[in-house]
Structure formats: C-alpha cells, structure tokens
C-alpha cells in the first residue's frame, strides 16, 4: 500500500530512508533546514568501516573525557555545562561505558555496517552511480605500544566476529603502502573496511531521488509539529503546513530538539567533527586512522582528507583553529613529508554528528507516536551504516519483517 512519506533530514540517512521507500512505491518528501550542500554527511572521512565494532561509549572513554576537557587540542572535548538535557546525556553515557555493552554492541554494529557496504555497492550497480568508491583496507598506525597492543586486540576481536583484520609490521605496511614514507612502529589492518568520496554519492543521491518523484523542500525549517492520538497530523516549517500517513525524524543532531515537540526523550548530543582537504597530491593510496591523535586519513577523489575530532559542546558550527592544528600536525607525525598549508588549514570545515549516550543509532518506531520512525544518533557511523538504516525505515514503513533485529536500536531503549 502506497504511503504519503515526510522524511525529516536530507543528509545520509534521509536521502537512503527517502531512497528505498520510493523504491517501494511511497511517495516521499524530504524536508531540510539547509541547501543539501554541508553537514557530518559532506565533511566526514567516507568510510563504510565494519571494523569500527567498539561504541563510543566504552570503558575508560569517561575517563579520558575528564582528562582530556583541560586540553583543548585533545580528541574527545565534552564540554562541561548546566543543561538538563546535557547532564542526563552524560549520566547515561557514563552508566553505558562498559565491558558488557561493548560485548553486546559489537555483533550489532558488524551487522548493520557489512549490510550498508553491500547494500552501498548494489545501489552503484544498480543505478550506474559513478561516485567514488575503493575496497582498499584501513590502517590503524600506532606510534606507541600501548596502542598497537589495543589494536591488536581489537583486529583479533573482529576476526573471531568474521571480518578480515590482521596485525601488520613496518615493513608490511611499506609493501601495503609503497609511495609515502610512515612514521609508525606497526598498525592493525583491516582488509574489511572501504571508502568513498561523499560529496559525489550525496549528490549523485540527490539527483537521482529528483529523478524518481521524490519532492526536496530544502532551506526549510521545521518549526512545529502537531500530533492528535498518537498520530502526526501535520508538520509546519517556516515556509508552509505539511501532512503526510508516516513520518521518518531523520534530523541529525537536530532531531532531538524536533523529539521534545512529540514529547520523547530523545538523548542526543551533538559531536563536532572537522575535516581538512590537500588537493597536492600526497602518494597516500591507502586509508588511515592515526591510532594517538585519532585523526582518520582518506585518499578520495582528488583530494586527501584529513578529519577527526569529537568535540561535544552544542549545536554550533564555529571552527577552534586550535583543533584544526592538532589534526594538521596530527597528520605530519605520521606522514613526515607532508605538510599541510595554512590555506588549507583556513579552509577547514566541520559537521554535526548526533551522538546517542550508548553510541548506537536510534532506528525504529517509538511507542508514543504511532507514525513516528526515528533514524538518527549514528555518532561516527553515519556513512558506514546509511545505507542499511534507509532499508531499515523502508521496511517498517512498509510493514515487512526487517533484514536485522532491531532491538538494541529501539528509540525507548533505557540507559
């Protein structure tokens, strides 16, 4: 049965929820507070990475976080601050931070990530896209012991879940990655992981959406949303009254500011990530996250990205030069013959990513709208889990028994 669709959110998960349910028949608006052009879905690192099993929210994260507040280069910067949803956040972030959740987060995780890259390669296929996209492995470079021995641990942890990582020398790396010179003393590979350019996918997204039916109302606002038994009745944004048989809240970070409308008590928080471009060409061929300074390395099309950073301090876009710098020097530790310019430095650019208290995304119907699906809170894995959360929405929308059990995702899920 055909459906009138609102999809709130035109980023990643927005535009793969819009996808697969025009696929299905329904007919769908997207409504955006911006130009589709910027945003976590254009600045991030385009990995679609199973290898990334362990949530945000694991033990001794807190910890690090306390230590790291005083050090405004730092990787992970939380803010500290009177607000009541920040605190109830931070409770249930810290109760999450645990062996037990990482043991059970990290099937869950593997799953919905192995089901985007393939569900990422059938849409190329399928729909002749010409975006960008490498099956190359990802290094994880340590330059100190402590942090190969963790990773190490980890490339075993997701071999005993079925991927394909493997702990490598200097030397193995220098076979791997034979054009660039790499201060490291070894790295985890993780042959399972792929990357991409996301700018074209996005767009190429965008266009072909158009070009199936799909209605963008973009530069759009939602302002309020009138709900009447349980049931969205209609959305006003800044601009006009919609109404549509089900709604997808697919906001970003801004979804659980859209939540408090409906009256759910959606933790989310927003996590600052920034990313810097080289368009000189650098010889790097293979995909890095640079273990210490937790900045991740991309060789996309034309370019090289360098991005990184979690800094949890509200819904803001301004750019700290200071951490800017950590990721530029960041990435001339690791690759001693590169330096990256101020120029491009200046031209850094951030993203919003919504982080849940557990580091696992919300997807699913909340009991207290009953034509409410919620997609949102990816944290860092937003692109490596797109996909797979679109056909996710579609499948509930539609009725149909869903390709993952959706469970540990549940929007009601307590902390």
């Not at 859209?258 to 471009?277: E, F, W």
Request: aromatic share 8%.
């Amino acid at each position: 049965m055909s459906k009138k669709v609102i999809v709130i959110g035109g980023g990643i998960i927005g535009l793969c929820s819009a996808y697969y349910l025009q696929k299905e028949g329904h007919q769908v608006t997207i409504v955006d507070q911006s130009n589709l052009d910027s945003g976590a879905s254009y600045v991030n690192a385009g990995y679609l990475s199973p290898s990334h099993i362990i949530p945000l929210s694991a033990p001794g994260v807190m910890k690090k976080g306390i230590k790291w507040m005083f050090n405004s280069s730092s990787p992970l910067y939380i803010k500290p601050r009177l607000d009541i949803d920040f605190l109830k956040w931070t409770w249930a972030f810290n109760k999450s931070c645990n062996a037990n959740h990482v043991k059970k987060a990290a099937p869950v995780i593997r799953d919905i990530s192995v089901l985007s890259q393939k569900l990422y390669e059938d849409i190329k296929a399928s729909e002749d896209f010409t975006a960008h996209y490498e099956k190359k492995g990802l290094f994880m470079l340590c330059q100190t012991q402590k942090l190969l021995d963790e990773e190490l641990k980890l490339a075993e942890m997701a071999s005993e879940l079925g991927l394909k990582a493997r702990g490598v020398t200097p030397k193995e790396i220098k076979e791997l990655e034979p054009n660039v010179e790499i201060n490291a003393i070894g790295a985890a590979y993780f042959e399972c992981d792929h990357h991409s350019t996301p700018h074209e996918f996005m767009t190429e997204m965008i266009t072909h959406l158009t070009n199936n039916g799909v209605t963008f109302y973009t530069n759009e606002k939602v302002e309020d949303i009138t709900i009447s038994n349980q049931k969205i009745t209609s959305i006003k944004t800044n601009k006009q009254n919609l109404a549509a048989d089900e709604i997808v809240l697919a906001a970003g970070s801004w979804s659980s500011l859209l939540s408090k409308k409906l009256g759910l008590k959606l933790l989310l928080q927003a996590g600052k990530g920034y990313r810097i471009n080289t368009e000189r060409h650098t010889n790097i061929n293979v995909p890095a996250i640079l273990a210490e300074a937790k900045t991740a390395v991309t060789p996309m099309n034309g370019f090289t990205r360098f991005a990184g950073t979690m800094e949890i301090a509200g819904i803001n876009h301004n750019i700290n030069k200071v951490r800017v710098d950590a990721i530029a020097n960041a990435a001339t530790r690791y690759y001693p013959n590169l330096k990256l310019t101020q120029e491009e430095k200046d031209n850094a650019a951030c993203g919003l990513r919504p982080v849940s208290p557990d580091g696992l995304p919300y997807i699913g119907k909340s009991s207290k709208c009953k034509n409410l699906t919620i997609a949102a809170g990816h944290a860092m894995m937003g692109w490596s889990m797109g996909t797979a959360t679109g056909l996710l929405v579609s499948e509930l929308i539609s009725n149909k028994k869903t390709s993952l059990n959706l469970d540990t995702f549940h929007p009601d899920r307590k902390f």
